[in-house]
């Protein structure tokens, strides 16, 4: 297991309380050994004006479940983690539902992380894949 510590998923929800994530809608749904996973609705905060999902929210999924994976990586009374590079590309277009996030880390260093980011619609179709850079600061 690579997280800091045991986690609970619902101790999550409070992380993201009153940001982007929460306005989006994003759930984390789930955390495995070496992956977390959240789902976001495709619905009138996520799509662009031809009424399909928009990019941004789609990376704005993939940086949430990176951060998160970083934040639950790291000792959070000592470090915090901040994103320093995001990149996607968009395979397929969604318009209604949820797509579904999966992070697995690609490397968890001393000073940063990487994490790979698929999205994908509700027929598990591949609908995004990102790849986000962590850097791991030092609170002192």
Request: some cysteine; proline content about 2%; aromatic content about 8%.
């Amino acid at each position: 297991m690579i997280w800091f510590q045991k986690i609970e998923l619902d101790k999550l929800e409070n992380i993201g309380k009153n940001t982007l994530s929460s306005n989006l809608g994003i759930e984390i749904i789930d955390i495995g050994e070496d992956f977390i996973k959240a789902r976001m609705p495709v619905d009138e905060r996520t799509k662009q004006p031809y009424g399909i999902l928009h990019g941004g929210a789609s990376v704005a999924l993939a940086e949430t479940i990176g951060s998160y994976g970083s934040h639950l990586v790291i000792d959070s009374s000592k470090f915090f983690s901040v994103g320093l590079e995001i990149n996607a590309n968009h395979i397929r277009k969604v318009s209604q539902g949820y797509v579904y996030g999966v992070a697995k880390p690609l490397h968890l260093g001393k000073s940063t992380h990487v994490w790979s980011i698929e999205i994908t619609d509700e027929e598990n179709k591949l609908v995004c894949i990102s790849r986000i850079t962590i850097a791991i600061v030092s609170k002192i």
